[in-house]
């Protein structure tokens, strides 16, 4: 009885990509919440590692991160966050991605609204204002205030949400959750942006709360480490 099964759980699954990619941190956020054993391994984008043809056999699109567990190979960091939750549902916080129907339905929702409404502007504003100067690419002055203009209106939902509950899917913290946390550690601590967070009161409680967790304070600590 004390045999395989223990064994299955404690083998690391592996996550290939830099930390700094948002992609990759949500991940690396959700396996540290659900206290899963994982490897990262470093994949330098640099030298277009992610376009190699070995690294092509797990990651078709050339992105990051790519996820392996034995012979499973996975994509998308969202997907990659749900599974996780449920090869790990008893370990770790249970509650992270809901434990009935209704509950999962009401992150998923969130999770959604994340990846079609939050991302795009903030993923943008990202690039911009944090990215693009380190690349040596010259800031668009256009595209920042338009997707200024485009997160407003989603932090502006977001607060009177956040102001009938304490988390997006209810009053407990969610995937729906953490899924925003890469691309707002950037804006609030990266840029001149963190207004659009802190100037909402709802919102800037919440970012608050979620952003000190203790998982995506060791994620953040990663960020900041050198590569071995």
């Known amino acids: 009885m004390a045999g395989a099964t223990p064994m299955a759980a404690t083998t690391p699954v592996k996550v290939y990509g830099p930390p ?6 949500r991940v690396l956020a959700c396996l540290l919440e659900k206290d899963a054993p994982f490897q990262l391994i470093p994949v330098n984008m640099a030298k277009g590692e992610h376009k190699s043809p070995d690294y092509l056999k797990i990651q078709p699109f050339g992105q990051v991160p790519a996820f392996q567990d034995e012979s499973i190979n996975l994509f998308e960091s969202r997907a990659i966050c749900r599974y996780v939750c449920d ?8 509650g992270l991605y809901g434990t009935n129907p209704l ?25 911009q204002l944090v990215f693009a100067p380190r690349m040596k690419i010259k800031q668009d002055e256009n595209v920042i205030n338009l997707n200024v203009e485009k997160l407003s209106k989603v932090l502006d939902v977001y607060e009177k949400r956040l102001g009938e509950s304490r988390f997006l899917a209810g009053d407990e913290f969610t ?17 001149d942006k963190g207004e659009l967070f802190n100037a909402r009161k709802n919102v800037a409680r919440w970012w608050d709360e979620i952003s000190t967790r203790d998982s995506w304070k060791k994620v953040v600590e990663m960020q900041n480490s050198p590569p071995a």
């Open 103 to 127: 509950v999962k339905a009401s992150i998923d929702q969130w999770i959604e609204a994340e990846g079609q409404s939050f991302s795009p502007p903030s993923s943008l504003l990202v690039f």
């Open 175 to 191: 995937l729906a959750d953490l899924s925003h946390l890469p691309n707002a550690q950037y804006l609030v601590n990266g840029t």
């Open 20 to 25: 700094l990619s948002t992609a990759v941190s």
């Open 87 to 94: 090869k790990y549902a008893s370990q770790g916080y249970k």
